[in-house]
């Protein structure tokens, strides 16, 4: 799509430079790809892991661990938008993308992140019903609507950000656009631009808005819904295994908005702007790590299938020919 330049005329392929963390200098770059690196292999073999021990175990074959491998394929999705460019940018020192690959890169990063938002509502749906509404467990989460409240929530998302990513696509570009991020987030962009940014700030803040608090509301909702529930369980054991069922969900409800916080203060609060971006790349990678540390450690059925699978494994690797 074109661009206008700032002296007015028309710009058919602005390029895009990006900073990285301006003030950080050049002989920290190792170390930064370092612990990157490190943070994204954790990522794609946590939650491929995951991935593969839901599929492989039939015990895992339910309707929470169905939604548990929509969120680890979201994980890995959305940080390999951005960290591997991040780890090009910091190690080869290639800072620059192309217009269609920016907003390309724009359009998934938000788009995943708010399919994950509602993904994690549907879990929260799932465990609503599984502890209020047990008997109509079987009747109401059957794989077809598994499937459609999967499918609704991933569609759903990916759709949000269309508006935003396209109308700022139209916004007035110089011929190479210094963005002030290690990747193209939509609020650097724009504030990159030779247009007025005050629409595109205020559409980008009310599609957060809608992506981040009518989500929580709803998990809040099922949440207190589930508690009045549990309270009125008699036992105690009865009341420790329904929160136990709860308890890696909240964590990670609790994971996720935490690096939301974390990037809205970054962003608000007076502060240099290697905070401000760094803010952004804490919410990126944050959740996407911790997920799988959370289910395998905090999850008794996940942790039971990866040990098996691993032991599996090591059987296979030490196994003798016998002729």
Known sequence: MDAIACNGSVNTSPVFYLVGIPSLPESFFPLVVLIFLLIYLLILVGNTLILVAVVAEPSLHKPMYFFLINLSTLDILSTTTTVPKMLSLFLLGDHFLSFPACFLQMYLFHGLN?????????????RYVAICRP???????????????????????????????????QMAF??????????????AVVQASCSDTT???????????????????????SYARILAS??????????????????????VVGTYYSSIAIAYVAYRAELPLDFHIMGNVVFAILTPVLNPLIYTLRNKDVKAAVTKMACSQNLQNSGTFHP
Request: with cysteine.
């Open 114 to 126: 708010c399919s994950e938002a509602f993904i994690l509502v549907v879990m929260a749906y799932d």
């Open 174 to 187: 110089d011929g190479t656009v210094h963005i002030y991020h290690c990747f193209c987030d939509h609020l």
């Open 230 to 251: 549990v309270l009125r369980i008699k036992s105690r054991e009865g009341r420790s295994k329904a929160f136990s069922t709860c308890s890696s969900h909240l964590l």
């Open 199 to 221: 629409p595109q700030t205020f559409m980008g803040f009310c599609i957060a808005m809608v992506v981040s608090f009518l989500p929580l509301l709803l998990v809040l909702l």
């Open 135 to 169: 008997l109509h467990y079987p009747v109401h989460m059957t794989p077809q609507t598994n499937a459609a409240l999967a499918a609704g929530a991933w569609l759903t998302a990916l759709l949000l950000p269309i508006p935003a990513v396209v109308q700022t696509s």
